[in-house]
């Protein structure tokens, strides 16, 4: 049996290790699923609940389960970077990219060969807000496609097409530019199945040929310059908390 302390405030154990920097929470339950979490000294459990003085280890290193302060960072990810916080390939990673003190990880996904917002936080609570598809939180992107996409193709766009893997639609389409040669499309998703858009998009005979995300729900990119990020003001922290349902802090 777990020897925990009782005396003390505790909380869930996934919630501590996303807090720690590890992932989002259904990564940390993958951690604790896989046998790699202890707590003092014993295996954990899913649902387990645990304390500041609880000693809790990852692959046997030891996990920080006192609260630290919640960072929010803003980058503008460029081509050719993992959206992960380490790479096996050694490949550079946007956690490569924004230098700080904090253990932070990134929010969702963006593919290795798209561009944009991504966002890199210890909040582990909003973080499964904003992946999660029952919060419904939009994110928008700006595609360059193949071809000449006419208004039939972007009302088929939010009707959905059947993949392999489900039905794939964009929550709402807009069509910036149309010509023959390429045209430039703002799509806004909720979910974060893998590499969704330019499977949707070359399923309506329309190829990517660049893809940017410029929102995460009320947080935009803006005129971040390529590779450069910024720490979120207390006001978009705010604003971005309340939409995913969370306490302003």
């Not at 040669?181 to 040929?209: M, N, W, Y």
């Not at 978009?236 to 969370?246: M, S, Y």
């Amino acid at each position: 049996m777990v020897n925990q302390r009782t005396d003390q405030p505790q909380e869930r154990l996934q919630k501590v290790l996303a807090h720690a920097g590890l992932g989002s929470r259904r990564a940390a339950e993958a951690l604790v699923r896989e046998g790699r979490v202890q707590v003092n000294g014993t295996p954990a459990s899913l649902g387990q609940k645990v304390g500041p003085t609880d000693e809790v280890r990852v692959d046997g290193r030891p996990v920080r389960t006192r609260p630290e302060q919640l960072v929010y960072y803003a980058l503008n990810k460029p081509y050719g970077v993992v959206t992960s916080a380490k790479d096996d390939e050694g490949r550079t990673t946007v956690v490569d990219l924004v230098g700080v003190p904090e253990r932070v990880y990134p929010v969702g996904r963006l593919d290795v060969d798209s561009e944009g917002l991504v966002l890199l936080t210890n909040d582990g609570d909003l973080a499964h807000r904003i992946t999660h598809p029952r919060y419904s939180i939009p994110k928008v992107y700006e595609v360059i496609v193949q071809g000449e996409v006419s208004q039939d193709t972007v009302a088929q766009l939010i009707r959905g097409v059947d993949l392999d893997d489900g039905l794939a639609q964009a929550a709402q389409a807009e069509m910036l530019r149309s010509a023959p040669q390429a045209s430039v499309l703002r799509l806004s998703l909720t979910q974060g199945r893998k590499r969704e858009i330019r499977r949707l998009c070359e399923a309506v005979g329309h190829p990517v040929q660049r893809l940017r995300r410029v929102a995460i729900g009320p947080l935009r990119l803006g005129d971040l310059a390529p590779s450069r990020w910024r720490r979120l003001s207390e006001s978009e922290v705010k604003v971005l908390r309340r939409r995913a349902g969370l306490d302003a802090r």
